[in-house]
């Protein structure tokens, strides 16, 4: 079992209150984390702003918050932020067309977005802090201040967390049809569809974290209800919604195996308690295989049973966890500690259903990781996809990638991308790296992984800060800009153009949708 890692919880209620601040406000959000083993500071140089082989078609900008998000159906983009969504026309990806902009509060915001059996385009939306009211007239719940083990913590008052539901149908007008309450919200789901039941599963993760934790002065209440955050939370929630019925669905909620890793809130001499949780959930359908990134422990499970996943002890799972535990003082200007995993953030899959590209979200999203070949933490590290049962030691990576263009003592770390539908046998994907802007790799021999295309653009429009980065019907797709690069810094919602080294443009395929967090078997090339 994966011994505890330290968790710095780093509260920037009154930094995000401030709407223009540039503090370090990242993912999580109010509560970032980071283990206590750290990173080196970084030693080379800035690269300075550029692009290569990707070409800036347009943007929608989005200023004032923390842009999160994005799902897609035809010509449309479900553009997700902590205070609004934006419904966009992307049929001219030159000439991008805002529709909608619905003020809405909601940490993280992330969309996913699939047809009703009437016909009803649905919308879901996360919601990981709580607050005070089901619908778009909400605002957060107000912090109290308790006492935990002689400590004082700040914890968010209970209120209304999980999943937002909305019928988009009409782009012009959405409209709210309803809340799907789950134990400490929902920080990102994952749709799985579920052609028998007809019906679709939205894999909630969520974790108690800093503020998120549900105060003792409302347990009563939350306990009643089955909703109370707190340590360890050993858990995942599923809502299961009928197609027929959206409005109709129900939660439920599911175990994680109990060697699943503990996460320490501030390690074993702090008083914040350890958890047992996931980030995020990545389904590769065309093996019936969810990839839990759990924070320091990622996990392959069974789900040829959709809404049934085998991540409690009597299933069949795989857990890969790498953690060095003590350094080699002999070896100067090395903490062999760094080899570790750090916060397991999110996962994608080569479409030949062979490698898993894991995302180590070092530094919770508010720290520098990139520099170049002398990076020691935050990669996207390459593993196997084996059946869930079959061991893989975390120490037997495929490989390793970070952007090799260093970011000085910018933020920059592995984030949100997906793999590209190539044709010819390899093995591509695009991601966001924050601060480094948007990297277009290769990844066809995991060992030796390089960058194709970048961009890390700073302009009149605003300054690279990515949080997503997609392909989608040959255009990459970017939702960046977190609030601190000054109070105009956000580039919002950008297309980009890949282009080949011999400048043509690069052109694969033509889905219906995407939600970025579900690999179908139809995407497959």
């Given at each position: 079992m994966r011994s505890l890692l330290r968790l710095l919880v780093v509260c920037v209620a009154t930094v995000f209150a401030l709407a223009f601040a540039a503090g370090a406000v990242g993912d999580p959000g109010e509560d970032s984390h980071a283990d206590e083993i750290g990173a080196p500071p970084p030693v080379n140089a800035l690269t300075p702003p550029g692009s290569s082989n990707m070409r800036f078609l347009d943007a929608v900008d989005s200023d004032g918050t923390i842009n999160?998000?994005?799902?897609?159906?035809?010509?449309?983009?479900?553009?997700?932020?902590?205070?609004?969504?934006?419904?966009?026309d992307i049929q001219d990806p030159s000439d991008l067309k805002v529709l909608s902009t619905t003020n809405c509060r909601a940490n993280q915001g992330d969309l996913s977005v699939f047809k009703a059996g009437d016909g009803r385009m649905i919308m879901l939306q996360s919601i990981d802090r709580p607050v005070t009211a089901p619908d778009c007239s909400a605002v957060d719940t107000p912090l109290v201040q308790e006492s935990e083990e002689g400590e004082t913590v700040s914890r968010a008052r209970f209120g209304y967390e999980g999943l937002r539901m909305f019928d988009v149908s009409d782009p012009s007008n959405p409209k709210f049809l309803r809340f799907y309450r789950t134990a400490c919200g929902s920080h990102t789901h994952t749709l799985v569809p579920d052609p028998k039941r007809k019906s679709v599963h939205a894999y909630i993760a969520s974790y108690p974290l800093g503020t998120n934790i549900t105060p003792q002065i409302d347990r009563a209440q939350s306990d009643a209800l089955g909703l109370t955050c707190k340590a360890p939370h050993s858990k995942i929630s599923i809502v299961d919604i009928p197609l027929g019925n959206p409005e109709n669905g129900t939660v439920r909620e599911k175990a994680l195996s109990s060697d699943t890793g503990v996460y320490d809130g501030d390690g074993p001499a702090g008083h914040a308690p350890g958890f047992q949780a996931c980030h995020d959930h990545q389904a590769f359908l065309r093996r019936d295989i969810m990839v839990?990134?759990?924070?320091?422990?990622?996990?392959?499970?069974?789900?040829?049973?959709?809404?049934?996943?085998?991540?409690?002890?009597?299933?069949?799972?795989?857990?890969?966890?790498?953690?060095?535990?003590?350094?080699?003082?002999?070896?100067?200007?090395?903490?062999?500690?760094?080899?570790?995993?750090?916060?397991?953030?999110n996962a994608t899959v080569s479409w030949d259903g062979s490698v898993v590209a894991a995302v180590d979200e070092s530094g919770g999203g508010v720290e520098p990781r990139c520099d170049g070949d002398d990076t020691r933490r935050g990669f996207t590290w390459f593993y196997p996809l084996v059946r869930p049962g079959n061991p893989v030691s975390g120490f037997s990576e495929l490989g390793r990638y970070i952007i090799p263009r260093p970011q000085s003592t910018q933020v920059c770390v592995s984030h949100n991308g997906n793999v590209l539908p190539t044709t010819d046998g390899s093995r591509q994907q695009v991601q966001g790296f924050y601060q480094g802007g948007n990297t277009w790799f290769d990844f066809t021999d995991p060992s030796a992984a390089g960058e194709v295309g970048f961009a890390d653009l700073e302009d009149e429009l605003g300054a690279a800060d990515s949080w997503s980065s997609y392909w989608y019907n040959d255009v990459l797709w970017v939702n960046g800009g977190l609030n601190r690069r000054g109070a105009t810094g956000n580039r919002g919602f950008e297309a980009y153009s890949l282009q080949r080294a011999d400048g043509s443009r690069l052109d694969l395929a033509n889905w219906d949708y995407l939600n970025p967090q579900t690999q179908e078997a139809w995407q497959a090339p």
């Open positions: 999160s998000d994005l799902a897609f159906y035809k010509n449309r983009a479900y553009v997700g932020a902590y205070d609004r969504f934006r419904i966009v839990a990134s759990c924070a320091g422990d990622l996990q392959y499970w069974d789900i040829s049973d959709r809404g049934n996943p085998t991540s409690a002890d009597a299933g069949r799972h795989t857990h890969i966890q790498r953690e060095v535990s003590r350094d080699n003082p002999s070896t100067k200007n090395f903490n062999e500690r760094w080899e570790s995993f750090d916060f397991m953030h």
